[in-house]
């Protein structure tokens, strides 16, 4: 969420928001995953299901124009980019 609200700008956060995190959440659960007791993605693929979940929370952001920045051509490469940026710390 986080990211997502970050990387758009978004003016507000809704409860919508947090229904698309869950499902993009649930969307990278396996049967495979189910199987052997995990409801959520496993540890190790934390990065990347971060990312998967800022990517859907974005496009939902776009979709409803609650976005203050330009809708990039790549949302997801967009969400990557924003993770790795430096953070600036008045340093």
Do not use: W
């Not at 990312?51 to 967009?78: K, M």
Request: aromatic share 8%; no cysteine.
């Amino acid at each position: 969420m986080g990211m997502a609200v970050y990387a758009t700008e978004a003016r507000r956060v809704t409860e919508e928001m947090f229904i698309v995190a869950a499902k993009a959440v649930a969307e990278q659960v396996t049967d495979q995953n189910l199987a052997i007791g995990l409801i959520y993605p496993p540890q190790g693929k934390i990065l990347e299901s971060s990312l998967h979940v800022a990517t859907r929370v974005a496009e939902y952001i776009f979709n409803r124009d609650l976005a203050r920045v330009p809708r990039p051509a790549d949302v997801a490469a967009h969400i990557r980019e924003m993770a790795y940026r430096p953070v600036y710390r008045g340093e």
